[in-house]
């Protein structure tokens, strides 16, 4: 991926209907919408040559191959994905004492379109939103 884009949204998450909501949701909002099922799919569509960078990640933790926590490590890792803010979606009723981990920025779901966009507004002109 080449430069960041500010209307472009990654949403890494293993349920579909979540992806595809939040996806057409976000998608009507103006926002370019990029979807991956689990981290490692992640990092291969964000290491790609050409594509611009996403302006946030919305990031599952509990995910099958790559989970939401092992992502994030391996993006804190990569000093050119390292800046893009992630905000953190999970049904996980510790999901409030597990963000604290990555830096505090998470949503709970069941999510709601109003949080979601307020969240993607706050953290994506942000250089890190984690850092």
């Not at 926590?69 to 597990?98: C, H, M, T, W």
Request: hydrophobic content about 45%; charged content about 25%.
């Amino acid at each position: 991926m080449k430069e960041q884009s500010d209307h472009i949204i990654l949403i890494i998450d293993d349920d579909a209907d979540v992806r595809n909501t939040l996806g057409e949701l976000l998608a009507d909002e103006g926002y370019t919408v990029v979807t991956a099922v689990h981290g490692l799919d992640a990092l291969a569509k964000l290491r790609q040559d050409g594509q611009p960078k996403p302006c946030v990640i919305l990031l599952d933790l509990m995910m099958p191959v790559m989970t939401g926590a092992e992502f994030y490590a391996e993006q804190q890792r990569d000093p050119y994905l390292a800046p893009i803010p992630v905000v953190i979606i999970s049904a996980d009723g510790n999901v409030q004492q597990k963000a604290a981990a990555y830096g505090g920025v998470y949503l709970a779901k069941p999510l709601r379109i109003e949080t979601v966009l307020d969240a993607i507004e706050r953290h994506r002109n942000l250089p890190s939103a984690l850092g």
